[in-house]
């Protein structure tokens, strides 16, 4: 159980274009999901919280008018990464946290590797 | 502001060797620490501590939290080459609703 994907795992764009990463949970209801960026070699840095049904909560020094999360469901969440430029470039992993569970309880989407060229 | 810091950055040693990892935290509300192993993808679950002095135990992997000195480790005996990954440590804060990271440690097991 608690089984969470990512789509795509991976995807090249031109600089310019607009990019959306989709976050299910495929066998829980998740009313949290956490998007998160790791450069190569660095840790997961928190960009966003996604709260079923409201606007997500950014992180400090994240555009929200470039990194567009849609908490459409309680099994989906989105980010559309627009006007996509080569420093863009990085891998995305969501998680879910599962219906009235804490934050420690997440569980992670295999990633989306993200390439602008 | 929340903060978890992880040594060594990097660390390569020998397959049988044993490595201990180390985590250290400030944080507001304290609720519990993770540490995960990422390989090529997501980061899998190894362990959660929330209380001090109580060791969790997985095969050759252990982990123990001291909520006083503000730190955990992660051991591994018998290391494996298996066992080369970035191990990442992670802090809920209570208030927060979130998990903060440290920067991992990426670990090398060389045959």
């Known amino acids: 159980g608690a089984v969470v994907s990512q789509h795509p795992s991976r995807v090249i764009c031109k600089s310019g274009t607009s990019v959306k990463i989709e976050c299910r949970s495929l066998d829980f209801q998740a009313t949290t999901m956490f998007w998160y960026r790791q450069f190569p070699k660095q840790s997961l840095m928190l960009m966003a919280t996604s709260n079923e049904g409201s606007k997500a909560t950014y992180e400090q020094g994240v555009e929200k008018d470039k990194f567009l999360i849609n908490h459409a469901s309680l099994t989906l969440s989105t980010l559309t990464v627009t006007s996509a430029h080569p420093e863009d470039s990085s891998f995305y992993i969501c998680?879910?946290?599962?219906?009235?569970?804490?934050?420690?309880?997440?569980?992670f989407g295999p990633g989306t590797r993200l390439t602008v060229t | 502001e929340d903060k978890v810091v992880q040594s060594p950055l990097s660390l390569v040693v020998h397959e049988g060797d044993t490595v201990t990892l180390n985590c250290s935290y400030e944080v507001t509300n304290f609720r519990s620490l993770l540490w995960y192993k990422q390989e090529k993808k997501a980061p899998t679950f190894l362990f959660m501590l929330t209380s001090s002095g109580i060791e969790k135990k997985s095969g050759r992997l252990s982990s123990i939290l001291d909520k006083k000195e503000l730190f955990s480790i992660l051991n591994i005996t018998a290391t494996q080459t298996g066992d080369s990954a970035i191990y990442l440590c992670a802090v809920e804060a209570g208030g927060a609703q979130k998990l903060v990271f440290g920067q991992g440690t990426r670990l090398t097991i060389n045959p």
């Open positions: 998680s879910a946290r599962e219906i009235g569970k804490g934050a420690s309880e997440q569980y």
